[in-house]
Nanobody, 123 residues
Framework: QLQLVESGGGLVQPGESLRLSCAASGFTLGYATIGWFRQAPGKEREGVAC????????NYADSVKGRFTISRDNAKNTVYLQMNSLKPEDTAVYYC????????????????WGQGTQVTVSS
């Protein structure tokens, strides 16, 4: 059974870092595309980073470029999102999602989703 499980969220102060994990089961990452999305209260879900695990090509939203890094460990079947220099506006529930194809930031392109992990950036 295909499953994605996020972990690593929490409460941090502005300027601090967090690393989110997306553990995949029921399939191998080898040819998958994994996207990280976030949704703040009252806002639409937005894509922040995407990785095509075959080849490792990545894409980032402008709002996180230079601060967030997406990576994968195929041996652990896990995708990570390293978030540095966090800002209060990064506060949201973060989700990872799976699609088969090129990277996209359209949630409608992703068929399978994890349950989400809360990230709160506040002083």
């Amino acid at each position: 059974q295909l499953q994605l499980v996020e972990s690593g969220g929490g409460l941090v102060q502005p300027g601090e870092s967090l690393r989110l994990s997306c553990a995949a089961s029921g399939f191998t990452l080898g040819y998958a595309t994994i996207g990280w999305f976030r949704q703040a209260p009252g806002k639409e879900r937005e894509g922040v980073a995407c990785i095509r695990t075959a080849g490792g090509s990545t894409n980032y939203a402008d709002s996180v470029k230079g601060r967030f890094t997406i990576s994968r460990d195929n041996a652990k079947n896990t995708v990570y999102l390293q978030m540095n220099s966090l800002k209060p506006e990064d506060t949201a529930v973060y989700y990872c999602a799976l699609r088969w194809g090129v990277c996209s930031f359209d949630p409608a392109d992703f068929a399978s989703w994890g349950q989400g992990t809360q990230v709160t950036v506040s002083s």
